[in-house]
């Protein structure tokens, strides 16, 4: 991934109070009705002051939030740089493809048992099939 954002000031806090034995997402089940929603907002509050990144402006915003509508609304910032830096990451060690895949051919291994019964007795069959190549199997269309 070479741009986007990766992580924002939620993921810092939260990363912050992990450290800390904190698990903050385990304080809700439904974070828009909880009956503990002031729990929250002190335990992110608290561990905000721990990302030292976070400048004494922002700090006052989400000091002064009031509800977990206000502080998503703040912490919805992106901090990717920062954080990238403080967990001693880089881009590179996030990488999403997504798409068809380039695949065009497979192998199949079989072994196959069978029961017969034949004139009141059993008989059992075994057939086994090795590493057939199946050319084109797995081709996507390109359009």
Do not use: W
Request: hydrophobic content about 35%; proline content about 1%; glycine content about 8%.
């Amino acid at each position: 991934m070479r741009n986007g954002d990766i992580f924002n000031a939620y993921n810092a806090i939260h990363y912050r109070a992990l450290q800390d034995g904190v698990n903050i997402d385990g304080l809700y089940k439904n974070i828009t009705n909880t009956p503990n929603s002031q729990q929250i907002i002190n335990t992110i509050k608290q561990y905000a002051t721990k990302v030292d990144y976070f400048g004494n402006n922002f700090q006052s915003q989400i000091s002064g939030a009031n509800s977990i509508a206000d502080l998503q609304n703040i912490l919805g910032r992106d901090f990717t740089s920062q954080e990238l830096n403080y967990r001693g990451l880089e881009r590179k060690d996030f990488s999403l493809r997504a798409g068809q895949s380039k695949l065009q051919s497979g192998q199949l291994f079989l072994t196959l048992k069978f029961l017969l019964m034949m004139n009141g007795k059993c008989t059992h069959l075994e057939a086994t099939a090795t590493a057939l190549e199946m050319p084109g199997i797995l081709q996507a269309s390109e359009q």
